[in-house]
């Protein structure tokens, strides 16, 4: 049942979903889990969300007091952005996040210096707003097979490298759903058509890694989940469908940045962008999507941009190590 006023779903197993409101509606979401009057938030999206995370926490009757841990999946800034000001709201809460991850939360000054260089102070804040520090006593590092409780729920932090060696993905027993963050790709749900949802891989720089995520994926599907909750966006169900369909689209990511003509840099991130979008455009009408290449385009634009970025540096640092070894 989705809450009036509020930007959110309600799932099953005391699960809400909250949209971030980052760049468009149903873009990016984080979560808020609960247990015997305990509560956790899995993602945070940026300082803008924080109002409607806590608007949905009072909406569910439970006080800021009795929110035990933040979990950011990893510290990309739609998923981190809003950690160090929502932790502010919450008096008792601790920031669980990956120990690669932990140092740019507790001093987020090398986060605002590399997306104010990407984006521009103005775009930056528009987008971003402020990025507080979260005080290192209250972080806990989340290393490989971390469980944390609360109320009368488990939850268990695994390692998932592959969209970035900094991520975790969390498994919560009780729901048997894994909070994916980008580790199961993203999937919106306005390209769902009747043969169910449409997911791809998002290869946001800088730290791409197709080999690490095959693995990841394995894992992933090896604790047997029955729904797998994304940021970007929701719930997904049909689980071992949509983890063959990752596993080849990562291999056709990795083989458009190989086949790109262009010289390194700007001009070959421009190329596998191009090539990108041929390729989404023919997915998406295999998958019985009947918006416009033009629609798709409009949508996607950030998402095709950041993941041909992301490829480019996957590449050159192929090429770099192929040169040196």
């Not at 160090?84 to 990956?98: D, K």
């Not at 975790?168 to 580790?183: Q, R, V």
Request: aromatic share 8%; charged share 20%; glycine share 8%.
């Amino acid at each position: 049942m989705t809450m009036p006023d509020i930007p959110t779903i309600g799932y099953s197993h005391d699960i809400t979903c909250i949209d971030t409101r980052y760049q468009r509606p149903a873009l990016a979401a984080c979560y808020l889990l609960e247990s015997a009057g305990e509560a956790v938030f899995i993602d945070t999206g940026t300082s803008h969300t924080v109002p409607h995370s806590m608007a949905a926490l009072a909406s569910r009757g439970i006080p800021p007091s009795q929110v035990k841990y933040v979990i950011p999946t990893h510290v990309h800034l739609d998923h981190a952005g809003g950690a160090g000001t929502l932790m502010q709201h919450l008096p008792n809460a601790s920031l669980l996040i990956h120990p690669y991850g932990a140092k740019h939360l507790i001093d987020p000054s090398k986060l605002i210096a590399g997306a104010t260089a990407v984006y521009g102070e103005e775009k930056f804040k528009a987008d971003f707003g402020e990025l507080a520090a979260v005080p290192e006593e209250r972080v806990i590092e989340a290393t490989d097979g971390v469980r944390v409780s609360f109320g009368d729920r488990e939850l268990l932090c695994l390692d998932t490298p592959g969209h970035a060696r900094h991520h975790i993905c969390i498994y919560d027993k009780l729901s048997g759903g894994i909070f994916s963050g980008d580790t199961f790709g993203l999937s919106y749900r306005e390209f769902d058509t009747d043969k169910g949802p449409f997911i791809m891989p998002t290869t946001t720089p800088i730290q791409f890694d197709p080999d690490a995520w095959h693995t990841t994926l394995y894992r992933l599907m090896a604790l047997e989940p029955e729904r797998i909750f994304l940021t970007h966006y929701g719930e997904v169900t049909e689980l071992t469908v949509l983890a063959e369909r990752l596993h080849h689209y990562l291999d056709d990511f990795a083989t458009i940045a190989r086949e790109a003509d262009a010289e390194p840099g700007p001009n070959r991130v421009a190329v596998i962008r191009n090539r990108l979008m041929q390729w989404l455009a023919q997915e998406l009408r295999t998958h019985g999507c009947r918006h416009s290449t033009r629609t798709i385009e409009q949508r996607m634009s950030m998402d095709l941009e950041l993941d041909a970025q992301g490829l480019e540096v996957w590449l050159a640092r192929q090429e770099e190590a192929k040169a040196t070894g």
